[in-house]
């Protein structure tokens, strides 16, 4: 009970930035640029949100004393393998989803009028814009909000809140109740990934490359958003076409045929899957129903760090572990440093305990570890 209130508490706080700070920010911005385009009040205003969710997740990381990671945003896998999986996932999904409503008559597509040096500029600037709003929406919606809301009321229910969140957020003028049930669907699928693989990279990239490839490749309607400037290819909506199937002013994903295109997601978080059975074994993970205390750390207490090493190196794991390491009663920690996150503490053996316990002199620690893997390779 205890810890669902301090979950409940923190998550107050969050919710006080998103959903009061962050409002104030947007009606000042919008204030102050009055008169400017609202492209850049928008891009401003997602920035700084973006900057100030980073780092309040980074300080409520240290006050709560668990990695960065356990938000959903590692930064080692930062555009890795499930990043461009999710990706290739988004920009295929959104060229058959495309096809198939050319196929139908729904739309018409011509050909590029740019210059090719021109296509490609607008190419590599959307490709970084919707990359960090790719970030930040997720991080936003399914980051520290949905790990802090897990832990006092479950994975699922969280999701369910934060899905519900996410829509509202695109709810406009050009927005239809089909097109904001794409929108959940994709937000609970999102989640799903984040569940599968520990991580929210896969849905980043999946968010970023649709949105990518409606604005630039497509230069379709985005979420209700009229078609930007730039547009590679230009898809025009037939006006013979019911807006149920063409999307209409919403883009294609206000199509009834889109939700149909985001089976890749689950696909991808499937494979996943060993990985997150593996971390669930290992360490605390942030989900429901999770063990009190994982049983292989039970290996690692009794001395079988080298059983474990292969599962530390290859998982990436080496913080949770060292976690485990500093809060154990038999380990006698010395900070001495922290220069580039590096702990340095004297280990003591079976074997110094022993002689400490019969009275015997002590013959010092028996090695000191400067990383995580030398604590695996010393125990």
Request: proline share 6%; with cysteine.
């Amino acid at each position: 009970m205890t810890r669902r209130l301090l979950a409940l508490g923190r998550l107050l706080v969050f919710a006080l930035l998103a959903l009061v700070a962050f409002p104030a920010l947007r009606r000042w911005l919008n204030a102050s640029l009055h008169g400017s385009d609202g492209t850049i009040a928008y891009l401003l205003g997602h920035a700084i949100e973006l900057v100030a969710i980073l780092i309040y997740s980074s300080v409520a990381a240290r006050i709560e004393r668990r990695p960065f990671a356990a938000f959903g945003l590692p930064w080692r896998l930062a555009l890795r393998s499930r990043f461009w999986q999710g990706a290739a996932a988004g920009i295929v999904s959104l060229s058959v989803l495309v096809l198939a409503l050319r196929a139908t008559g729904a739309i018409n597509v011509s050909l590029p009028r740019t210059s090719a040096l021109a296509a490609a500029g607008f190419a590599l600037v959307y490709a970084v814009v919707f990359l960090l709003l790719a970030v930040r929406e997720e991080f936003l919606y399914r980051g520290y909000g949905q790990f802090t809301l897990t832990e006092a009321a479950g994975f699922w229910p969280a999701a369910v809140v934060t899905t519900i969140w996410f829509a509202a957020t695109h709810v406009g003028p050009n927005e239809s109740v089909l097109g904001l049930a794409n929108v959940a669907i994709f937000g609970l699928l999102a989640c799903l990934t984040l569940r599968r693989t520990g991580s929210l990279w896969l849905a980043i990239g999946f968010h970023a490359s649709w949105d990518w490839g409606e604005t630039y490749l497509f230069g379709v309607g985005d979420s209700g958003h009229a078609p930007a400037p730039g547009h590679l290819l230009t898809a025009i909506v037939s006006p013979q076409a019911p807006a149920w199937m063409s999307g209409g002013p919403v883009g294609p994903e206000g199509s009834v045929l889109c939700h149909h295109l985001s089976s890749p997601l689950p696909a991808l978080a499937q494979v996943a899957e060993p990985r997150v059975l593996a971390q669930h074994l290992l360490v605390e993970p942030a989900i429901e129903n999770a063990p009190s205390k994982p049983p292989l750390l039970a290996e690692l207490d009794r001395g079988n760090a080298l059983l474990l090493s292969p599962f530390v190196d290859g998982l990436g794991l080496e913080a949770q572990v060292v976690r485990h390491l500093l809060e154990r009663q038999d380990l006698v920690v010395v900070r001495r440093r922290r220069a580039a996150h590096r702990v340095s503490a004297p280990l003591v053996s079976d074997h110094e305990r022993t002689r400490r316990r019969d009275g015997l002199p002590s013959t010092g620690a028996s090695g000191r570890f400067s990383s995580p893997r030398a604590i695996l390779r010393s125990e």
